[in-house]
């Protein structure tokens, strides 16, 4: 957790009542979205498989509740004070943060009615267990109708929160506020365009990669105790921090940094899986965990958005955690793991293993240079779905097909398809951060090597404390004090720009494939 003078993290003006008052609101809104989380948690890893109807009324329930404090009148009249000229003088950015975060949310529960934020947070419930069963049976046919539900509730949440240009755009702007649709697609034309480039020249040069080193029997036990130890290499605190099981690996945080938990899906036959699933989420967590103290229990601790999330999360897992460096100084403990099995790899193989570059049908086990097409075949689907270009029952069809064009494979089941994610069983919108993750993280991964000219060297060393500490300094310890534009201007000097991501896979897999 992060460790700071307390005099720069970012703090609220307490003195101010009506800060004050707002504070006392938020903090009671963040102890009962914990609560709901802590729900959602022991749903994806404890919970027994028949108590499903029952959470989903509860969460109803509680989501009910929330609805009320975020739409209670006062808070309405207490916003309008705090946003008033000459009430805003000295005030920190913190506070306006605060209130920011605190009107859009305001904004957003008043143009939603209670029923529907109710009926929303049944379906949530009740869709994620016919996800997870749909997917064990291959059966979509099981989940379609609470697909159909979804689409239907996610349509009606748009059109009641406004947009300018299209019904996706309001969902988008949840997930990655002042986002939209037309500028993902000029974001995302130079991320596609290098990935497909990059894909085909490696096609046609003969060269490949051995990731047989990866391959074998690996006792899930194992792979629990080398997550751990990967993640304490990290600086994941597990004083402040956990990690269990579940179908789908994710982070939750509870509204502060004390408590941060993630989880993974061991492969017994694929250690990589286990290993970059727990290095991805390891870093959502330390973003969770390098929040200031000073944010909890409000709507500023945490991630800056999706995107931002994100970002970290494919930093730690990719400009980092695929590299040779990092794993000179870490390799150490997968050998310690599994002796026997990596007692004739070096580091060297093991790193290219890490790296091969070959199209496949899961997103979370995907390349560097293909992954950002399995996210742009979602993107294009929900979009299509919200805006109501396509119906349910097309959907695996136009999956595949578009798995044909993109990357020139199909499932041959729908659960290594179009049911191979849970988001959908939540709603739309957020697919799209993941590639905005990709873009915000290489240019954040510029100006550290633009900091640190020795970053190698001392990765290689098996240091990665300079790393996190600069990170916490400079942009997690801010949370949401920050729209997420400003917060990368901020961390990098500079607007998102998608051609850092385009030299440093260009780079990267030219040298790894000799092009």
């Known amino acids: 957790m992060l460790q700071q003078d307390s005099a720069l993290m970012p703090d609220f003006t307490r003195s101010n009542e009506h800060i004050s008052e707002l504070l006392e609101r938020m903090h009671e809104v963040a102890d009962l979205s914990a609560l709901g989380a802590l729900a959602e948690w022991d749903q994806n890893t404890d919970m027994p498989e028949g108590a499903g109807e029952m959470r989903g009324d509860q969460m109803a329930t509680l989501q009910g509740v929330l609805h009320e404090r975020w739409t209670a009148e006062r808070l309405g009249q207490l916003l309008d004070q705090l946003e008033s000229p000459s009430a805003q003088t ?7 943060g605060l209130i920011r975060e605190a009107r859009r949310n305001y904004d957003r529960s008043t143009k939603l009615p209670r029923t529907l934020v109710e ?5 949530q419930a009740g869709s994620f267990e016919s996800w997870r069963r749909a997917r064990a049976n291959n059966d979509f046919t099981s989940f379609a109708p609470w697909l159909g539900r979804t689409i239907g509730l996610q349509r009606e949440i748009a059109d009641r929160l406004g947009f300018v240009e299209t019904r996706y ?10 986002m939209t649709s ?44 080398l997550s751990k130890a990967v993640l304490r290499g990290m600086g994941y605190d597990f004083s402040h921090g956990g990690i269990s099981r579940s179908p789908h690996p994710f982070t939750t945080s509870f509204g502060s940094p004390f408590d941060v938990r993630l989880t993974v899906n061991p492969d017994r036959e694929f250690i990589q899986a286990s290993i970059m699933a727990a290095i991805h989420e390891g870093g959502h967590a330390l973003y969770e965990q390098g929040s200031a103290p000073t944010l909890a229990r409000t709507p500023l601790a945490g991630g800056a958005s999706m995107g931002a999330h994100e970002s970290q999360s494919r930093l730690w897992e990719n400009n980092i955690g695929r590299s040779l460096p990092f794993w000179r100084g870490q390799f150490a403990v997968v050998r310690e793991a599994y002796p026997q099995h990596f007692a004739n790899t070096d580091v060297e193989t093991f790193t290219r293993a890490l790296n091969r570059v070959q199209p496949s049908l899961i997103r979370i086990e995907a390349d560097e240079v293909t992954y ?10 929900e979009r299509a779905m919200v805006n109501g270009e396509v119906v349910v029952d097309e959907l695996p069809g136009m999956w595949n097909a578009k798995y044909r064009e993109y990357l020139g494979i199909e499932p041959d089941t729908d659960s290594k398809g179009i049911l191979q994610d849970v988001h959908w069983s939540g709603g739309f919108g957020y697919f799209p951060t993941y590639t905005l993750g990709n873009m915000y993280g290489a240019q954040i991964f510029h100006r550290l090597r633009s900091v640190f000219l020795d970053f190698d060297e001392r990765l290689a060393k098996g240091e990665t404390a300079f790393v996190l500490r600069w990170l916490e300094e400079h942009m997690y310890a801010y949370g949401v004090t920050y729209l997420p534009e400003d917060l990368v201007k901020r961390v990098t000097g500079e607007a998102p720009n998608p051609e850092y991501f385009v030299r440093y896979l260009t780079d990267k897999f030219e040298g790894i494939y000799n092009l």
């Open 90 to 96: 000295g005030f920190t950015d913190a506070d306006k």
């Open 119 to 123: 009926e929303l947070a049944r379906v």
């Open 182 to 225: 037309s500028k993902l697609d000029k974001l995302f034309a130079p991320v596609r365009e290098v990935s497909a480039t990059l894909l085909k020249r490696i096609q046609a040069s003969g060269h490949a990669v051995d990731d047989s080193c990866l391959q074998g029997e690996f006792s899930e036990e194992k792979q629990m105790e």
């Open 169 to 178: 755009d309001a969902l988008l702007d949840q997930y990655e506020p002042g």
């Open 372 to 381: 950002n097409l399995h996210i742009i075949i979602r993107y294009e689907l």
